[in-house]
């Protein structure tokens, strides 16, 4: 099955700094690769999200790219806000059978002031 | 419309009890999803619903772990016999088609088996 791995597992950085989170896959046929972003005690939300037959994304400070050669995405977060503090969860599935997603185990981001 | 919702928010079993845990997925969406998220971890495929149909359940980690969704809308999720290594928070998604759609989650039952 597929085997999604995230680093780092945690992340600091400076207020208005940028903050990269990477993650790689091991299945080739999976083709949809959401983010999650997810705050203490609180659901899972989908912040954006990339399909194979795109390598670039970005929706205002947010933007995922996606390397299917080398089978690996990153999110990247420009202008860090406090309120960009969460776990943020990385996922890859495939858009056939409901969209069965594989998680990564998470990065805990923390933006300082 | 209201998102995904689940019940209880909080629940303590003693081991060896049955708990049942609900989950009402957004108005007419097609796919439902039952994850598992341990402390710490990334949530964990359990089982997947294709309206009332149970497509998938290679995640359900013992035959203990039972799900339905009779009507293709409410699904419950039911463990028999709970055990400590159950503790965890069970989430809910649903997507609005059978491909393609994002997934939706619930805020989860946060389950502690004592």
């Known amino acids: 099955g597929e085997n999604v791995e995230q680093h780092p597992s945690t992340l600091s950085v400076q207020e208005g700094d940028s903050a990269v989170i990477k993650c790689t896959y091991s299945?080739?046929?999976?083709?949809?690769f959401p983010w999650y972003k997810q705050e203490l005690g609180k659901r899972p939300q989908l912040i954006i999200d990339?399909?194979?037959?795109?390598g670039e994304k970005k929706d205002q400070r947010i933007a995922v790219t996606l390397n299917k050669t080398a089978k690996h995405f990153s999110l990247h977060i420009t202008e860090t806000q406090p309120e960009d503090s969460a776990v943020y969860f990385c996922a890859a599935g495939l858009t056939g059978g409901g969209n069965k997603l594989t998680f990564g185990t998470g990065t805990q981001l923390k933006v300082e002031l | 419309g209201a998102g995904v919702s689940q019940s209880p928010r909080y629940k303590v079993a003693k081991r060896g009890q049955d708990v049942a845990l609900r989950c009402d997925p957004i108005s007419g969406h097609v796919s439902l999803f039952w994850y598992q998220q341990a402390l710490g971890q990334g949530p964990e495929f359990l089982t997947y619903f294709q309206n009332e149909a149970q497509l998938d359940k290679s995640g359900l980690p013992s035959d203990r772990f039972f799900a339905e969704r009779p009507e293709g809308s409410v699904s419950t999720l039911k463990i028999q016999r709970t055990q400590q290594e159950d503790s965890a928070v069970y989430l809910c998604a649903s997507g609005l088609t059978e491909s393609g759609s994002p997934l939706h989650f619930g805020n989860g039952t946060r389950l502690t088996v004592t």
């Open positions: 990339i399909r194979s037959n795109v």
């Open positions: 299945d080739s046929a999976s083709n949809y």
